[in-house]
């Protein structure tokens, strides 16, 4: 078969693995399977490869995704990664530098923020460090960082402040300027007096129950929202990260999944984001699974060696057996001695 001239990869190898792919079928029990055998990948498999760093401000994101369970429930699983700011690397495109990324499902958060705090004083210099923009939504999970990192300030993300500001004011649409023009001047009174006047002049109580929720973030969340005026904010982009790293797999289709194959997944996925290789990540825990079954093999067999020895052993001091009279017992007897 010839490759086609500086594609790096044979055509007829593209149309070959096509073919393969059709021939076996790989189905969602087998995909379960393997994970299961492959087991919790840690957040820190990945190995970092580079020295200690001193950088003066670092970013933190954070975000949960929901994920449907087999019994009815669901499960969110939590998404957090470390960079120290971004790049443009094309038009419109940005790219995260030295991004790390942390996941799974956890029963308490403070193991996931000790995870965090693990990575950043292995890879940084703390003493270095002036600033941590800590950003999110405002969930009680995000904010318990602020008390494991240390010089962490919260800001509250873009995305969420725009979904409540269209919450307050989309069946007013002539007021969602207005509320734009208030926050962007951090005039935290003219907007709470818009809120109240909006709740005044709501009569649906369902959307008046929605406004004053959306007023009870915005003032609730007002210092972290305006943390993102910050000369050196860059922003956040949490909410596009759970989509492509968790939501892509975990649940954007009809799924349903088990707690434990949740936070596999998750974790397989920052695994792989974090520059890990899946299929070598499986070699290893074959090879080191098809050892440990031939240690036990072996084991096994000494032992019943060990046994066998100790019968014949046994057997051999039976008193019967060495009168030299001859009955049916001694003839059995006899005949498992000398096995």
């Not at 055509?11 to 096509?18: R, T």
């Not at 993102?228 to 596009?240: F, L, M, N, R």
Request: proline share 1%.
């Amino acid at each position: 078969m010839v490759a086609a001239k500086g594609s790096g990869l044979s055509v007829w190898a593209c149309v070959s693995a096509k073919q393969a792919s059709e021939v076996v079928d790989i189905t969602s029990q087998t995909v379960m399977n393997s994970i299961r055998e492959l087991g919790s990948v840690s957040n820190d498999a990945v190995e970092v490869r580079f020295d200690k760093r001193c950088v003066k401000t670092l970013y933190i994101e954070a975000d949960e995704d929901h994920v449907s369970l087999q019994n009815g429930g669901d499960v969110e699983p939590e998404l957090v990664y470390v960079h120290e700011g971004k790049r443009l690397v094309g038009k419109g495109r940005w790219k995260l530098i030295n991004s790390r990324y942390f996941s799974g499902v956890y029963a308490n958060s403070d193991e996931l923020w000790i995870e965090v705090l693990d990575y950043i004083g292995s890879v940084y210099d703390m003493d270095k460090i002036q600033k941590v923009y800590l950003s999110g939504d405002g969930a009680p999970w995000i904010k318990n960082g602020l008390g494991w990192i240390k010089g962490s300030i919260y800001v509250l993300d873009r995305y969420h402040l725009t979904k409540y500001v269209k919450k307050a004011t989309a069946h007013m649409n002539h007021t969602t300027s207005i509320m734009w023009d208030y926050i962007d001047a951090g005039d935290k009174k003219s907007t709470r007096e818009l809120l109240n006047v909006i709740i005044s002049a709501t009569e649906s109580g369902t959307k008046r129950k929605a406004v004053q929720e959306a007023k009870r973030y915005i003032l609730g969340n007002w210092e972290g929202i305006m943390r993102q005026y910050d000369a050196d904010y860059v922003g956040c982009s949490a909410e596009g990260h759970v989509s492509h790293i968790l939501s892509s797999r975990l649940s954007s289709r009809p799924l349903g999944w088990c707690k434990t194959g949740v936070d596999q997944m998750s974790r397989l996925r920052v695994f792989a984001e974090n520059g890990g290789n899946v299929y070598e990540l499986i070699m290893k825990k074959k090879k080191v699974a098809a050892k440990e079954a031939k240690e036990v093999k072996i084991d096994q067999e000494i032992i019943r060696k060990r046994k066998l020895k100790s019968s014949h052993e046994t057997i051999g001091n039976i008193t019967i057996l060495n009168i030299g009279k001859r009955t049916w017992a001694t003839g059995f007897l006899k005949s498992i001695r000398d096995a």
